[in-house]
């Protein structure tokens, strides 16, 4: 590291409160006024930013828990503006202004709205399905600037991310970084790291890797490389670090080299259930209770790893999340339409076979997961997520009816307009799901 190029900002990694009232302390110390030490450490940040050729690759983590991994951006800074792409949006580049405040310690802020860089902090949502955001950030104080690294601390959720100086031109960055990810499957996979052998866990839903031997584990976030991948701390097992591994998405394997020097092949496979995301697009047969079924559509919203179920009903449509770690959509309770006061829910029930009798829930953690059957092509198995919150668990679709806020009042199931609507031209809940069939 260049140490006369630092910009360092100590005293800014503390809390903003603490920052203030420590500046306010010592002004009699230094002999410049506080205003001017920031603005001389914006200054100095903001030509770092423009400095660099080809701009930045920004590893971006959303929500304060973490809860998606890690994201990657690309950003270029000119005096004004800034010009962002996203591996979710290959190929579309948005600019849009940018600033550098004093805002309780040296800030770089995305403060006016570009698509792009505000996808994670931008609550979507309509057609009944409700809102909501990924707490994501477009504020972050400025710990260190230089021109091999930036780290900033994102202002809403707290979590440190950093900016690495972009080799080559963004789109083709982006493209590569996308390819990655797009063919990353691998759930778990085994090799010797020096003399450990490692096991090695992988979920792809929230991009965390951990590493597993004897008694040990260790794990952490990541973010998509152009390569493979990059943790957002390193991880250490055996002689050394790991940073960072690349993908061989033909052999499905992970390869890397520890600090130490120490050279290692991690490989595994993909289980006969696994689908792709693609594998969901396009027109099914949703079968249920032995004699009856609905016709639907699933249509890609990739950026939201999800599907939009189109044909359940004229009136809404159902959405599913793709659940990438599993190879599996998922189906749970939810908001779908309302109906003058009342609330319409498509809720899961648990319905006993023998009886007929059973139990609901709008618990938006009860569902159902469509899995591959291996030995059918084109079917999908229908079958609970493992919800345990009912006396029997999820087999049922159920269009039902509250008033007032969700669980406040309910209501009763829903008049016949609301329910799915099968091929027979008869609106039924989809009781004792069986399958779906892929469609020609």
């Not at 400095?51 to 828990?65: I, K, M, Q, S």
């Not at 120490?262 to 496979?269: C, N, P």
């Not at 229908?382 to 087999?395: A, K, M, R």
């Not at 829903?414 to 004792?432: E, F, G, H, I």
Request: glycine share 10%.
């Amino acid at each position: 590291m260049k140490f006369n190029k630092i910009i360092s900002v100590a005293l800014v990694a503390l809390s903003s409160s603490l920052f203030q009232s420590c500046l306010k302390d010592q002004e009699d110390i230094f002999d410049e006024p506080t205003s001017l030490r920031v603005q001389a450490v914006l200054d100095d940040t903001k030509k770092t930013l423009m400095d660099a050729p080809n701009g930045w690759v920004f590893e971006y983590y959303p929500d304060r828990n973490i809860s998606y991994g890690g994201y990657v951006y690309t950003v270029k800074f000119d005096e004004k503006e800034v010009t962002v792409g996203c591996e979710l949006a290959p190929g579309e580049f948005e600019s849009s202004l940018y600033k550098l405040t004093g805002d309780n310690g040296p800030t770089l802020s995305f403060d006016t709205y570009n698509s792009i860089m505000h996808f994670f902090a931008t609550p979507w949502g309509g057609g009944g399905f409700g809102y909501q955001a990924y707490d994501g950030d477009f504020e972050f104080a400025i710990v260190e600037a230089t021109p091999e690294l930036v780290t900033l601390r994102g202002k809403r959720t707290g979590n440190i991310m950093y900016m690495r100086p972009l080799e080559g031109e963004a789109e083709q960055y982006i493209e590569a970084v996308a390819g990655i990810s797009d063919n990353m499957f691998l759930t778990s996979a085994e090799g010797n790291v020096g003399t450990a052998d490692v096991t090695v866990e992988i979920d792809l839903d929230t991009r965390y890797m951990e590493f597993s031997w004897g008694e040990n584990s260790v794990g952490n976030y990541f973010v998509p490389t152009a390569t493979g991948i990059r943790f957002l701390e390193p991880i250490f097992v055996g002689d050394g670090e790991i940073n960072t591994l690349d993908y061989d998405p033909e052999n499905m394997s992970y390869t890397g080299i520890t600090s130490g020097g120490t050279s290692f092949t991690l490989i595994g496979s993909i289980p006969p259930t696994y689908s792709k995301f693609e594998e969901f697009i396009g027109n099914f047969t949703i079968n249920f209770n032995k004699k009856y079924s609905v016709n639907v559509t699933l249509e890609p919203d990739k950026a939201n790893n999800r599907f939009i179920v189109k044909g359940i009903n004229k009136n809404y449509d159902v959405i599913a999340t793709y659940k990438k770690a599993a190879g599996v959509i998922e189906i749970c309770s939810q908001q779908v339409a309302t109906d003058g006061n009342q609330l319409i829910w498509f809720c899961m029930w648990g319905l006993n076979p023998s009886t007929g009798s059973g139990s609901i829930t709008w618990d938006t953690t009860a569902g159902m997961q469509f899995v591959k059957d291996p030995d059918k092509e084109g079917t999908f198995n229908i079958v609970s997520n493992g919800y345990e919150g009912l006396s029997w668990p999820p087999n049922t679709f159920c269009a039902y009816y509250f008033t007032g806020s969700v669980g406040a009042t309910p209501r009763g199931q829903a008049v016949s307009k609301w329910r799915p609507l099968c091929t027979d031209n008869y609106y039924r809940q989809m009781t004792y799901l069986e399958t779906m069939v892929k469609r020609n």
